[in-house]
């Protein structure tokens, strides 16, 4: 089961309308680029999407939408967390996760949990969830980290937590991560600019911001390199790795939208507190999309 998340899985965006509703026909459109563009499996209500900004029956709505456009082609995953551990198992008892096939739950932010916190808040999540959990650690954003000795302790204990999607930018802690992983646990990476040095080591793929635009060019470096072809796949990273650099310049997901909007395949909207990138950096990005060498554009 666990294999249906090898690959390449992308963290979807929510388009918004003018009026900063939700744009649920792009959001289909985009789901049906994706599925062309030859990825693994959907990731939904992800950082990305804009979750924050999102009231409860805006994410189930974002979630359906999702689901039905997919109608069955790929797994998906739903983004589950936050930084109250009996919040997230009160909506295990309320939520209707037909159609989910794991979830990805970042560990909690704000409040600076410890270790000894952590792998607890991890244990009643696997005690109490319904569907596999795939840990998120990302502590950039949440201000803490996941260190290799918890991670290790909730793989080797709770069958139910098969992977996680690593993107603290700690090449040491991913390295003893794929080295001493338990079998049939996953290690995802969580960012796009280091995802061909991580699979040079053996992680088991990417979960992508990028490859909302570009879903040709992750899947053929995920794929290719998984074939050991890691000369043609450094061609495809090498010509996408300064837009995926730039695509953060001015924060997530503002620089992966503006793409989007310059596709046509979304409106420009974002939901307050996160703002439209600066003039200079959509033209940086007008003048890196027009040099792609590759074959495939978006």
């Not at 294999?3 to 049906?32: C, I, M, Q, W």
């Not at 029956?57 to 930084?83: C, D, F, Y």
């Not at 409106?267 to 792609?292: C, F, G, V």
Request: hydrophobic content about 40%; proline content about 4%.
């Amino acid at each position: 089961m666990n294999t249906r998340f090898r690959g390449l899985g992308v963290a979807v965006v929510t388009p918004f309308k003018y009026d900063k509703s939700v744009d649920h026909e792009n959001l289909a459109g985009l789901v049906e680029s994706l599925i062309a563009g030859g990825v693994d499996y959907l990731v939904a209500l992800g950082t990305t999407s804009e979750t924050p900004t999102l009231n409860e029956s805006e994410k189930e709505a974002v979630l359906r939408t999702i689901i039905r456009a997919n109608a069955g082609r790929l797994p998906v995953v739903m983004g589950l967390g936050g930084p109250c551990t009996n919040d997230i198992l009160e909506k295990f008892d309320c939520f209707d996760f037909t159609g989910v096939d794991a979830i990805l739950s970042v560990t909690p932010y704000y409040n600076k949990p410890s270790q000894e916190g952590l792998y607890e808040h991890y244990s009643e999540i696997a005690y109490h969830s319904p569907r596999p959990i795939i840990l998120y650690n990302v502590g950039h954003r949440t201000a803490c980290n996941l260190e290799f000795e918890t991670t290790m302790r909730l793989a080797e204990r709770y069958e139910k937590i098969i992977a996680i999607k690593e993107a603290s930018g700690n090449m040491n802690q991913i390295m003893k991560l794929v080295k001493h992983k338990p079998e049939g646990f996953l290690v995802i990476s969580g960012d796009d600019a280091l995802t061909l040095p991580l699979l040079s080591i053996g992680i088991d793929g990417l979960v992508s911001v990028v490859a909302n635009a570009f879903p040709r060019h992750y899947s053929q470096i995920v794929h290719l390199a998984f074939n050991g072809d890691f000369a043609e796949a450094r061609r495809w990273h090498d010509d996408i790795l300064d837009l995926t650099q730039a695509c953060f310049k001015e924060g997530n997901p503002a620089g992966i939208k503006a793409i989007l909007t310059m596709q046509q395949k979304i409106e420009y909207h974002l939901r307050l507190p996160l703002t439209r990138i600066s003039q200079t950096l959509a033209d940086e990005y007008k003048k890196l999309m027009l040099n792609l060498k590759c074959e495939y554009h978006g």
